[in-house]
């Protein structure tokens, strides 16, 4: 099991560019959370998708936030157009049943300068 | 890696020692509680999880202990050793309008003296 897979480890990018975080939850897991984590505001859930489907993205700060989810292997977050406030790690984590447990990735560490 | 907060609570304790690390949850209908463990530049990690029907529960070298009079949860760390060392978050379910949801607690940072 190699857990969960999230890509890519850094990105650096510039105001204004759309960035792309991706996961790949643990095969069997049919939910799916993203999480921001800031050193202000700690673990943020953005949002969470159970069997694909968007649950609850009340956590999404702004239209610039979208979350997709096209299959159960594989989830985006896409943040279009990327602003310094945004910089932040983003955490995937993934649950094979509901009030269950998570397993988390290991992060993407977002840079936008 | 990331440093996930400049203003923790921060628990210092020689190695050997045990640690108590506490928390105070919001929701008085969670049932469902967690504790992680968060080292520097990683995902946080599962260490021990207790159901609102239990007042405590033990795993290795691992004990948590559920008040739910005062909704205060803690995790009991015996024998305490340097790779213990990490920021420790509590987490909540609550079961009401939820499917799943977990609600972190802001994080104690655990350091171990040699």
């Known amino acids: 099991d190699a857990g969960v897979i999230q890509s890519p480890r850094h990105e650096v990018t510039e105001m204004g560019q759309e960035v792309t975080l991706r996961c790949k939850p643990i095969?069997?897991?049919?939910?799916l959370f993203w999480y921001r984590q800031t050193m202000m505001r700690g673990l943020e859930l953005l949002i969470y998708?159970?069997?694909?489907?968007?649950?609850?993205d009340s956590g999404m700060p702004e239209d610039r936030f979208s979350a997709k989810m096209p299959n159960a292997s594989f989830s985006t977050l896409k943040i279009q157009p990327s602003e310094p406030r945004d910089s932040a790690v983003y955490f995937c984590?993934?649950?094979?049943?509901?009030?269950?447990?998570?397993?988390f990735g290991s992060g993407t560490r977002l840079t936008v300068v | 890696g990331e440093s996930v907060g400049l203003h923790l609570p921060t628990l210092s304790v020689q190695e050997g020692d045990n640690s108590i690390i506490n928390c105070a949850y919001s929701?008085?209908?969670?049932?469902?509680f967690i504790w992680y463990k968060q080292e520097s530049g990683k995902g946080p990690q599962f260490i021990i999880d207790i159901r609102s029907n239990m007042d405590k529960r033990q795993g290795q070298r691992v004990t948590v202990l559920l008040n739910k009079t005062v909704k205060h949860l803690s995790l009991q760390i015996a024998a305490t050793q340097p790779g213990d060392s990490a920021v420790y978050f509590c987490?909540?379910?609550?079961?009401?309008?939820?499917?799943?949801?977990?609600?972190f607690g802001k994080g104690t940072k655990l350091s171990v003296k040699p």
């Open positions: 984590a993934s649950s094979r049943d509901r009030g269950r447990g998570y397993t």
């Open positions: 998708f159970n069997n694909n489907v968007p649950i609850d």
């Open positions: 987490a909540e379910s609550p079961t009401r309008g939820s499917q799943g949801n977990l609600i």
């Open positions: 095969s069997g897991h049919n939910s």
């Open positions: 929701n008085s209908a969670s049932d469902y």
